[in-house]
C-alpha cells in the first residue's frame, strides 16, 4: 500500500491551490488509483490518499508519498484530536443534559432541598406519626395534606436519582471507551475507522412513502462508538 499526502489543485493549471490561489476551481490532482481517504483535521489544506504503483509524487506541487510510518504519525495526530474533542464534549453534554433534565424550570437549590424533604417524606409515609416539620409547613402553605405531598416528594425525588443514574452511567461509559481506544501503528487507516465507527443504540418509528401508501417503519437509530452524543443516547435508554 502506498500512502501520498497531498493538496487539491487548480481544474486548469493543475497548480496546488496551497502554492496559488485556484482561479477555476480546485480539484484532486490526476494520480493514478488516487483514492482519498480524508482531510487533515488539523490543517484542512491537506488531504490522505492512497495510489498505485505507478503514481509518482510531486513535491513541488504539494504532493508528497509517506511512508506507513509517517502515515500512522499522521493518522495518530488526528485521531488524538478527535479524541481530545470527544472527551471535552462528553462533558459538556453531561452539563447540558443534567441541566435539562434534573434541573429544568427549578434553581440548583431545588435539588438540595430536595435532599431533606425526601428523607422526611419517607418516614411520614412509613409512620403518620414521625416529625416532618418541612413537609408538614410547605403542605400548609400549599393546602393539600402532608401524606399528599409526601408522596409526591418521594415520586419526584426517585424520578431525579433514576435521571441522574442514566445520564452519569452514560457518560461514564462513552469516557471508558474512549480511554480504553487504542491506536495501531501497524494499521493506521483501521484504527481511523475504528474510532469513527458507527452502533445501532435503538430504533424508532419514521413514517415514509412505500408501495404508494406512508407507512410507518422502524429503523435504527445510531451514534458513534466512541463518540459521546448523550442525548439521543438518553433518549434510547428510556429517559
Given at each position: 500500500m502506498?500512502?501520498?499526502?497531498?493538496t487539491?489543485?487548480d481544474?486548469?493549471?493543475?497548480?496546488?491551490?496551497?502554492r496559488?490561489?485556484?482561479k477555476?476551481?480546485?480539484?484532486?490532482?490526476?494520480?493514478?488509483g488516487?483514492?482519498v481517504?480524508?482531510?487533515?483535521?488539523i490543517?484542512s489544506c491537506f488531504?490522505?490518499?492512497t495510489?498505485s504503483?505507478?503514481?509518482?509524487?510531486?513535491p513541488e506541487?504539494?504532493c508528497?508519498?509517506?511512508?506507513?510510518?509517517e502515515?500512522?504519525?499522521?493518522i495518530?495526530?488526528?485521531?488524538?484530536?478527535?479524541?481530545?474533542l470527544a472527551?471535552?464534549?462528553?462533558?459538556g453534554?453531561?452539563?447540558?443534559?443534567?441541566?435539562?433534565?434534573?434541573v429544568g424550570?427549578?434553581?440548583?437549590?431545588?435539588?438540595?432541598?430536595?435532599?431533606?424533604?425526601?428523607?422526611?417524606a419517607?418516614?411520614?409515609?412509613?409512620?403518620?406519626?414521625?416529625?416532618a416539620?418541612?413537609?408538614?409547613?410547605?403542605?400548609?402553605?400549599?393546602?393539600v395534606?402532608?401524606?399528599?405531598?409526601?408522596?409526591?416528594?418521594?415520586?419526584?425525588h426517585?424520578?431525579?436519582r433514576?435521571?441522574e443514574a442514566?445520564?452519569?452511567?452514560?457518560?461514564?461509559?462513552q469516557?471508558?471507551?474512549?480511554n480504553?481506544?487504542q491506536?495501531d501503528?501497524?494499521?493506521?487507516?483501521?484504527?481511523?475507522?475504528?474510532?469513527?465507527r458507527?452502533?445501532?443504540?435503538?430504533?424508532?418509528?419514521?413514517?415514509v412513502?412505500?408501495?404508494?401508501?406512508v407507512?410507518?417503519?422502524?429503523?435504527?437509530?445510531?451514534a458513534?462508538?466512541?463518540?459521546?452524543?448523550?442525548?439521543?443516547?438518553?433518549t434510547?435508554?428510556?429517559?
Amino acid at each position: 500500500m502506498r500512502y501520498f499526502k497531498l493538496t487539491q489543485v487548480d481544474s486548469v493549471t493543475s497548480i496546488s491551490v496551497n502554492r496559488e490561489t485556484s482561479k477555476e476551481g480546485p480539484k484532486f490532482p490526476d494520480i493514478p488509483g488516487l483514492n482519498v481517504l480524508m482531510q487533515d483535521n488539523i490543517n484542512s489544506c491537506f488531504y490522505y490518499a492512497t495510489v498505485s504503483e505507478e503514481a509518482e509524487p510531486d513535491p513541488e506541487n504539494q504532493c508528497w508519498e509517506l511512508t506507513l510510518a509517517e502515515f500512522a504519525d499522521a493518522i495518530k495526530a488526528c485521531l488524538d484530536k478527535e479524541l481530545g474533542l470527544a472527551k471535552e464534549a462528553v462533558y459538556g453534554e453531561e452539563k447540558g443534559l443534567r441541566r435539562v433534565q434534573l434541573v429544568g424550570k427549578y434553581d440548583d437549590t431545588a435539588s438540595v432541598a430536595g435532599i431533606y424533604k425526601y428523607e422526611q417524606a419517607k418516614a411520614l409515609i412509613a409512620n403518620p406519626s414521625a416529625s416532618a416539620p418541612d413537609i408538614a409547613a410547605e403542605a400548609a402553605v400549599r393546602g393539600v395534606t402532608p401524606a399528599v405531598l409526601a408522596t409526591r416528594v418521594v415520586q419526584h425525588h426517585e424520578s431525579f436519582r433514576a435521571k441522574e443514574a442514566l445520564i452519569a452511567g452514560l457518560r461514564g461509559k462513552q469516557l471508558d471507551r474512549m480511554n480504553a481506544f487504542q491506536f495501531d501503528a501497524t494499521d493506521p487507516w483501521g484504527s481511523w475507522l475504528e474510532f469513527m465507527r458507527l452502533e445501532v443504540i435503538g430504533t424508532r418509528g419514521e413514517r415514509v412513502f412505500e408501495n404508494g401508501e406512508v407507512v410507518t417503519k422502524d429503523v435504527d437509530v445510531t451514534a458513534r462508538y466512541y463518540g459521546p452524543e448523550l442525548g439521543v443516547r438518553y433518549t434510547m435508554a428510556g429517559g
